[in-house]
């Protein structure tokens, strides 16, 4: 009894000394937070100054005006829909793909029992760890050579579909590799009954697995769209025009070109950001859940 | 017996498929398979073979031999070579000595549920949702000589501190910069980690008079091995792969060397070696480890 209450003292006491410390950590990490997120916070403040009231007053004036004006500036003068024209060509197929190519082989290896299964899974994920620089140069000529050997140049070289094919190739490793383990959690007996009433392989696929995995192709695309988006890399090496690539291998040119007038760079990178930051605020939870299914992306 | 049982009932199922399912099947690791292998182990194989050789890069037949030529090259003869590797022991010490711990640390903090932790688990995890493009943007306005941190430092433009520019503290101004992306990174891969260890578990052992050190250290930490394998493996393949934030900021020009931009400049040049090669393969036998480390990690189940 007394070594009960004596217990619960202790607890309590416990509780009230924890909770006066963890004001004061919550304060720190909130102080720490509110300087994490400044350099976002100073790029919103001065893509909404006019850049001659930068310019006649510097950068720490009181502003006389705030406005979108740099923002409509912006979309005029920076050609932003045409990028993101580029990146909607780029990302929508490369994510389609990717997401079907990855569940095709995370079928077949969860469900179907081959000795070479734990071979090719591995085979893909560690594909998609190896750097991109190991395999520019050659993929780089492949499509050159391609285009040669068809007689139309730009047939994967410096054209959307070379960059959708190369994300496509290296983030179905990822892809499988989640769906694989996401499919493990689902139980043998639905498979199993599925071939007892004589399924083919492919109705097996499309009409009893492929509704099961839809939440984890939800997160998956979450992930993959943000992810290609967010990629600058391969649209710079494998395309030559300008005016094909997305908006994010554009920007460092458009960095180049607006160097002065940085209230409309300021602009140009909050507009380029936005599709990421709705998706991550609206599609929170299953962005998450994309990046922790896998646990991890080298 | 009970294997040869699993054994027949394989063998069975295997003879079961009629042939448009062999083709389906077929079809279904073929088409993937041909891709990957194609744009990813090809050319990795490819650059490997390449970078013993001298090539222009213009036309095959004029590939020559060059045995380690390339590599003796970078040893011997490339100082900015050792430059870059000691800027990614550098990158890797400040990785896993301050960014990651800080990480695990706000990780720990805010999934003790300390007020305000939805909102500092969004701020913390805003920058890695950026486009490192717009990253060196936003870092850009802070940084440049007439930006907000020589504003504050009371520098007008023709006397601003230069951060890129000066070679003895740029590394520290790029890691801050990667730092901070890659501490959301991890607090976000530590939080989902942490969900599966037992509230009560750790209540038990404050109550047992553990410091909060302590229970972290001994009852936290051990319980979560595999995230703790894969936090390492990431913070030792970022730092040996940095290369995305480093090319934004300085372009293919060498304003800092490291390993990942060494392969870029080099093949941009053009020059008459496939030195951008060997450093691509000696980026990737640096890696090989951690990718082990990571592999063994998360099939454990798959190959017992």
Redesign the interface.
Known sequence: MSIDIELQKSATKYRNKQKVKDRFISALIGVFAIIWIFPIVWTFWTSLRPYKDVRANGVFSIPKALNLQNYFDAISRMDLPLYFWNTFAITVPAVFLTLFFGSLIAFVVSRYSFKWNVTLLLLFTAGNLLPAQLVFIPVFKMYITLGKAIGIPRVLYDSHWGVVLIHVAFQMGFATFVLSSYMKTIPKEISESAMVDGATVFTHYSKVMLPLLRPALASLAVLMTTWIYNDFFWALVLMSTDSKRPITSALGRLQGEFVTDYNLLAAGAAIAALPTLIVFFLLRKQFVSGLTLGSTKG | MNSTAVGSK?AH?RRA??K??RT??IA??G???F??L???????F??IL?SFTYWS?ISISRIKWAGLANYKNIFFDTPAFWEAVQNNVIWLLWFAGIATPIGIL?AY??D?Q???HK??ET??Y??V??????T???????L?P???VN?LMGRDIDNAFSFFGNYDINIYVILTIAS?RHIGYIM??YL??LKSVDLALREAS??DGAT?WQTFKKVVFPAMK??NV?VI??TI??SL?A??IV??IY?SRGGLPIL?TL??SN?AGEGAS?K??A???I??LL?IGP?IA??RT??KS??Q
């Open positions: 394989k199922r498929f009629s448009a399912d389906t099947l279904f690791v088409i993937p398979l891709f990957h194609l744009l990813v182990w090809v050319p990795a490819l650059t390449l890069g706000l903090q805010i003790r300390i007020r305000g909102f500092y701020a913390y805003l920058p949702v950026l486009s490192l493009a717009v060196g943007i936003i870092w850009d306005f802070l440049r007439d930006g907000f504003g901070w976000l891969l989902a980690g404050a109550l909060e595999p995230v894969i493996v990431i393949i970022e792969r290369f995305d090319y934004i372009g990942g392969v870029f093949i496939m951008g090669a450093y691509a393969v980026l990737f890696s990718i990571y592999l998360t099939f798959d190959v």
